[in-house]
């Protein structure tokens, strides 16, 4: 069966300071891969997705993404936080190319002035 | 172009009554899939319908239910509803299967 694993509830970082979001998954075969930030309110936002090409993979507001294989990761990043990317973000995978994507639990991203 | 819609916004409804969502995909795009978010269990998939036919169905019990019309549109419909489908439920589009571009779901409240 397919899944994700978001390890964070909670991630806290200072303005300025780069940010990591943790995402590992399980999956047979070759996994697409997904972030979207979700705000209060709001619906999901599409950050970015690996599906095959270079393991880093550039998304929206400055936001990256590395695909690990071996470690089954795919773990966000972004070399300077912002006070306004505070918000949930999810990982989500879809392992079978069936459209049906997998969501981790979420991980709040707090940025501190 | 314009996003994802969906109505109603928001919904109060009363245990054992029933509901219908509607969403208007990106222009263009024939999949439309749903998804429920609650607290507990987060966001679960529900459905997936392409040129009006069901493609992919998730976990859930037959009261979920959902149709897409020929111009791409979907509803869903929840019958005989119970506390637990209090959520929010949000609605995706694609053109393919790759990359799935949400609306800003409805709020259910099951009462």
Redesign the interface.
């Known amino acids: 069966a397919q899944s994700v694993a978001q390890p964070e509830d909670q991630v806290n970082v200072a303005e300025g300071n780069p940010l990591t979001v943790k995402c590992t998954y399980s999956v047979s075969g070759n996994p697409?891969l997904?972030w979207?930030v979700q705000y209060p309110?709001?619906?999901?936002?599409?950050l970015l997705?690996y599906?095959t090409g270079d393991n880093l993979v550039k998304g929206s507001y400055g936001f990256e993404a590395e695909f690990n294989k071996s470690q089954t990761s795919f773990h966000l990043k972004k070399p300077s936080a912002l006070v306004s990317d505070s918000a949930l973000y999810?990982c989500?995978v879809?392992g079978s190319?069936?459209?049906?994507?997998?969501?981790?639990?979420?991980t709040t991203l707090q940025v501190k002035p | 172009k314009a996003g994802v819609t969906q109505t109603p916004r928001y919904l109060i409804k009363t245990r054992g009554q029933q509901v219908t969502l509607s969403c208007s995909p990106i222009s263009g795009h024939r999949s439309v899939s749903w998804y429920q978010q609650t607290p507990g269990q987060g966001l679960q998939f529900l459905f997936e319908y392409f040129s009006e036919t069901q493609r992919n169905k998730g976990n859930f019990p037959g009261r979920f239910s959902g149709r897409q019309f020929s111009n791409s549109r979907s509803e869903m419909n929840v019958s005989t509803l119970e506390l637990g489908d209090s959520a929010l439920y949000l609605c995706a589009s694609s053109r393919t299967k790759e990359t799935q571009y949400f609306g800003p779901g409805t709020r259910l409240l099951v009462l």
Request: net charge positive; aromatic share 24%; hydrophobic share 40%.
């Open positions: 697409y997904f979207y309110n709001r619906g999901l936002q599409f997705k599906i999810f989500a879809d190319n069936t459209g049906k994507l997998i969501f981790g639990q979420g």
